[in-house]
């Protein structure tokens, strides 16, 4: 059994340039279609399973006024027949069927446990459903479809229902995050955008109603060309002016300019009031200006504007602070309506980071049989002495990093980070330290209140030991360091922080990698793949392999470099390490577990990251990022001594 959360959207700016945008097949003289959305806290929460049969049941009472459980066999033309009767399932058994005809898969049963999604209300309820559905059935079936796949079957399985919505809906398939879209034709763009300045934003179901299909059916008619003035005017507002906005409307976010962004909420529906709205009766809103331009609301908020397709759906507000979301969403609720907050914050999005400790550290015996190899000292180019495990907690905390997980053997080993960490030094041993020592201590003990234990207490592979901190990383992304390696930086950035500004660009699983001579290529896992930029520093990863021949690497493993010859990149030893990472080593995990139940005499596979990570990358994409820095391994004699030698200088 598999557990699923697929947030609800809010699209920001933009709507209705998807379906428009997707007319430029016909009449290129349209623009691509440009949204800004984001995924949302509320959503549907699931627990599936492969089945013989189609299988959706419920037990979340927000929607058990609508639900009665339902099934069907996996037989194509049923599945359609269900698709276009308007029922309440038809839209997850659109996707079922374009999964069975194209995919041959068998059944799921779908359970949801939890809906905190409103219904109807511009908030893509209905695609978040039809994502759920699909990427059920890509997880079961190990069908290794990316995000993007997945919302395209969505968006083909919604298409066989009576729904005539666009991609933008199914956007709610890549999470909570602020993203642009870009619906050229056919073809699909998405960048992920950041903000300087954190976003109050409140969204609210208008408790209205609103006829989706006849919105989207009036507007449909003015396209592929415009044959009068009102449909000139819509497409205007559909193509150029969308595109003034959504420009605008990046920079103010990247520059921190709220006040200016939530005026241009109010300044887009002032436009979608002139040039759209008089084209469909249905969007016809008194709830939805209303409440707009309610002055209690005005005194709370910088703009607002509607959401989805319009109409007396949802509303959304930009508010003009914490206190004032937090008034503005008790004041909505008593007026009726059903409000939430949402914040994006301008934080790096990396908050947490994972330290696999728990080896024995046998290649460095008989010092280890005493000192773990985490705690080597090593002379820092201060003058200093740390130890490894020191150096490596002072890059993270450089690089904004506020929790982290140390992955031990046992409980007993906990006590030596702890004395050291989180211990003070006796009065005798401190009255013995000059004061910048005496400074230094007080850093070491902040560092202390960053960490979390964790224990692996069988070693089971280094997927196994970094799946225990599972529970820590949450829903969040994570980055991953190997305990035996320390960097030194070129720049004035850690290499951590490097990464994570990287990360920041894509919202991809992320390795770090550097350049390593093909002689040396049977050492490491080798990755290549195709540059996404010029300077050359982020790859898009195609193929890994570990510990490769030199003759397999040089006729299938090279990357062009900017001198026009080949470069052979191995892992540097920082990840970043996405939900769906430990959302495959749990599986990898239970296959291995049934392995061992069916072969108890048999050795028990080992559960390795490098595995999962190539199943996430085949499935969803990885990026390879070039880290201005060194990396010195410290798990092994003759790096040791290089390290020592050279992290001073």
């Known amino acids: 059994m598999i557990k699923l959360f697929v947030p609800g959207r809010l699209c920001l700016f933009g709507e ?16 691509p279609g440009m949204s800004i959305v984001t995924g949302i806290e509320q959503g549907v929460y699931a627990e599936v399973e492969k089945s013989s049969i189609f299988e959706m049941t419920s037990s979340a009472h927000e929607i058990a006024h609508l639900w009665q459980d ?131 934003l409140v969204f609210a179901d208008l408790g209205g109603s609103k006829d989706t299909i006849r919105i989207l059916s009036d507007l449909n ?31 103010y976010m990247a520059n921190g300019e709220v006040e200016a962004l939530g005026k241009m909420m109010t300044e887009v529906e002032a436009l979608f009031d002139r040039q759209i709205a008089p084209m469909s009766s249905a969007l016809w809103a008194p709830k939805l200006h209303e409440t707009l331009s309610d002055p209690q609301v005005q005194s709370w908020v910088f703009g607002g504007k509607g959401v989805g397709s319009h109409g007396d759906g949802s509303v959304q507000f930009l508010a003009r602070d914490m206190q004032s979301q937090l008034q503005l969403v008790d004041y909505l609720n008593s007026k009726g309506m059903t409000a939430f907050k949402l914040t994006i914050k301008p934080v790096h999005t990396i908050r947490k980071a994972i330290i696999p400790v728990a080896g024995f550290g046998t290649r460095l015996y008989p010092a280890t049989r005493m000192l773990k190899k985490d705690f080597f000292p090593i002379l820092c180019a201060d003058g200093m002495v740390r130890p490894v495990i020191l150096i490596l907690l002072e890059e993270l905390v450089k690089s904004g990093i506020e929790e982290i997980c140390l992955v031990l053997g046992s409980e007993e080993e906990r ?63 994570v980055l991953l360091m ?32 550097h350049s390593v001579p093909l002689a040396q290529v049977s050492h490491y896992g080798i990755l290549s793949g195709i540059w996404e930029n010029e300077e050359k520093g982020m790859m898009r990863v195609t193929r890994m392999s570990e510990k490769p021949k030199a003759s397999y690497a040089a006729d ?94």
């Not at 209705?16 to 623009?31: F, Q």
Request: aromatic fraction near 10%; charged fraction near 25%.
């Open 482 to 513: 190997l305990g035996d390696t320390i960097y030194r930086s070129n720049t004035k950035k850690p290499c951590a922080l490097q990464l994570i500004e990287r990360y920041e660009q894509c919202n991809q699983l992320m390795v770090s990698i």
């Open 70 to 200: 339902f099934s069907c066999r996996m037989n194509e033309q049923e599945l359609k027949q269900v698709a276009r009767s308007g029922s309440f399932f038809s839209y997850c058994a659109g996707v079922a069927s374009y999964m069975l005809e194209w995919y041959k898969v068998g059944g799921v049963k779908i359970h949801i446990t939890d809906m905190t999604l409103p219904i109807k209300s511009g908030l893509s309820s209905s695609a978040a459903i039809c994502v759920l559905v699909a990427r059920a059935f890509n997880l079961l079936y190990r069908l290794n479809l990316n995000t993007l796949g997945e919302m395209n079957i969505a968006y083909l399985g919604e298409q066989r229902t009576s729904s005539r919505c666009g991609r933008l809906d199914q956007a709610c398939a890549f999470g909570v995050k602020p993203t642009l879209m870009i619906f050229d034709g056919d073809e699909i763009e998405v960048k992920a955008l950041n903000v300087k300045k954190a976003l109050h």
């Open 556 to 649: 299938y493993l090279g990357v062009k470099n900017a001198e026009g010859g080949r470069e052979y990149f191995a892992v540097f030893g920082q990840y970043i390490l996405t939900p769906e990472v430990f959302q495959q080593l749990a599986m990898d995990i239970r296959d291995a577990e049934e392995l061992a139940a069916a072969n108890p005499l048999a050795v028990r596979p080992e559960v390795e990251l490098t595995k999962a990570l190539e199943t996430v990358r085949q499935r969803s994409g990885m990026v390879g990022v070039r880290l201005d820095g060194k990396m010195y391994d410290m798990g092994n004699p003759a790096a040791l001594r290089m390290a020592m030698q050279e992290f001073s200088k």
């Open 415 to 477: 006590k030596q980070y702890m004395d050291f960490f989180q211990q003070p030094l006796p009065e005798e041993h401190l009255q013995k330290l000059n004061p910048e020592c005496l400074e230094y201590e007080n850093t070491i003990l902040e560092i202390g209140k960053r960490l979390h234990f964790v224990y692996q207490h069988e070693k089971l592979g280094f997927g196994h030991a970094v799946y225990q901190a599972v529970d820590f990383a949450g829903n969040e992304p």
């Open 221 to 251: 008619k003015a396209y592929p060309f415009a044959e009068n003035e009102h449909e000139q005017l819509l497409h205007e507002a559909l193509g150029v002016r969308n595109h003034e906005f959504v420009q605008r409307a990046i920079t």
């Open 16 to 31: 209705h340039t998807d379906w428009a945008g997707h007319y430029r097949t016909m009449n290129a003289d349209i623009l």
